[in-house]
Nanobody, 126 residues
Framework: QVQLVESGGGSVQPGGSLRLSCAAS????????MGWYRQDPGKQRELVAFMSSGGRTNYADSAKGRFTISRDSAKNTVDLEMNSLNPEDTAVYYC????????????????????WGQGTLVTVSS
């Protein structure tokens, strides 16, 4: 069993900053890509940023210059530093992991194609 647990959401005024963290737990051998998505009610979930195991990053245009993703592959964690937040950034933010390889209880290997965290709410409001 693998879980992604997010933390760090909350309320902040426009122009403020928040740092989101996500930790993957379980008998993890490797994770190819870790990242963050967000979703407003009534809208589709959208990519915010991701980082591959090789360090390649990709940011949504709305996140470029304001958000920074970082990852600790040894600890299976990924963080998202968000600066200059505005009300349009209000959403539930979800941690995402792609191609997660684990060791099962029988000692064999299993690969999850994609996993999601439960989400953490970020509210930007004055």
């Amino acid at each position: 069993q693998v879980q992604l647990v997010e933390s760090g959401g909350g309320s902040v005024q426009p122009g403020g900053s928040l740092r989101l963290s996500c930790a993957a737990s379980g008998s993890i051998i490797s994770i190819d890509v870790m990242g963050w998505y967000r979703q407003d009610p009534g809208k589709q979930r959208e990519l915010v940023a991701f980082m591959s195991s090789g360090g390649r990053t990709n940011y949504a245009d709305s996140a470029k210059g304001r958000f920074t993703i970082s990852r600790d592959s040894a600890k299976n964690t990924v963080d998202l530093e968000m600066n200059s937040l505005n009300p349009e950034d209000t959403a539930v933010y979800y941690c995402n992991a792609k191609r997660v390889t684990i060791t099962t209880s029988s000692g064999s290997r299993h690969r999850y194609i994609e996993l999601w965290g439960q989400g953490t709410l970020v509210t930007v409001s004055s």
